[in-house]
């Protein structure tokens, strides 16, 4: 019943009949149907602020790592920026690599580096 009520799961319509020759039932459904709009634009105004609340805080997530990808594209002092060529593969090895490699105690050079 609360569901219906406050319309948070489920859609609402509220019918409210009235009719000149019977005053006081028509007063009170008038308050009911009045007291029931408040209740619905109060409910209503509560979603409205969470969602609202929901969208600004991804937006700033957005913006935070908008700022973390710019910042690792343009590199800093403990990496080398990236580029559209190095995230897309395009990248050959450094005329040295071989030798890096050769040095390093767990690398070792393949045929595919040679490509």
Known sequence: LKDAITGTNARVCLVATVHP???VE????????KQYSALQATC???VAATLAAEVRSMQRRVEQL???LDKAMAGDDNCVGWSYESL????QPAL???EVTAAHPYL???Q???T
């Open 21 to 23: 020759s019977h005053p």
């Open 26 to 33: 028509t007063a009170s459904t008038l308050r009911y149907a």
């Open 44 to 46: 209503g105004s509560v």
């Open 66 to 68: 908008r700022h973390e």
């Open 88 to 91: 897309h593969g395009n990248v």
């Open 96 to 98: 040295h690599a071989r």
């Open 108 to 110: 070792t050079w393949t």
């Open 112 to 114: 595919q580096h040679q």
